[in-house]
């Protein structure tokens, strides 16, 4: 059964830091594109990053430029998200998400994914 598991979210405090990993069971996350999203009540889906099965091509939202950085270690069948200078507006459930249609460069479209996870909890607040 394929499984992403998101882990790493909790409470921070503005201008405070986490890294979400988003880590893979019964399949191997170097074949697919992985993607992190957001969802925040009452906002739609932001594809927040996304990178390539070699790690050598990442998009990111304007929203989070500069301040998050994705990486995967494929060894460890692992992505990860380094969010540094969080804000209020970055709080919502994080997912990632598995794309095994390979492209050239990955999609922040949420349609371009099939695997998806079931989300941790990011909260930014004093």
């Known amino acids: 059964q394929l499984q992403l598991v998101e882990s790493g979210g909790g409470l921070v405090q503005p201008g405070g830091s986490l890294r979400l990993s988003c880590t893979a069971s019964?399949?191997?996350?170097?074949?697919?594109?992985i993607g992190w999203f957001r969802h925040a009540p009452g906002k739609e889906r932001e594809g927040v990053s996304c990178i390539t099965t070699s790690g050598r091509r990442t998009d990111y939202a304007d929203s989070v430029k500069s301040r998050f950085t994705i990486s995967r270690d494929n060894a460890k069948n692992t992505v990860y998200l380094q969010m540094n200078s969080l804000k209020p507006e970055d709080t919502a459930v994080y997912h990632c998400a598995a794309d095994q249609d390979i492209q050239f460069m990955c999609s922040r479209m949420a349609q371009s994914y099939e695997y998806w996870g079931q989300g941790t909890q990011v909260i930014v607040s004093s």
């Open positions: 019964g399949f191997t996350l170097e074949r697919y594109h």
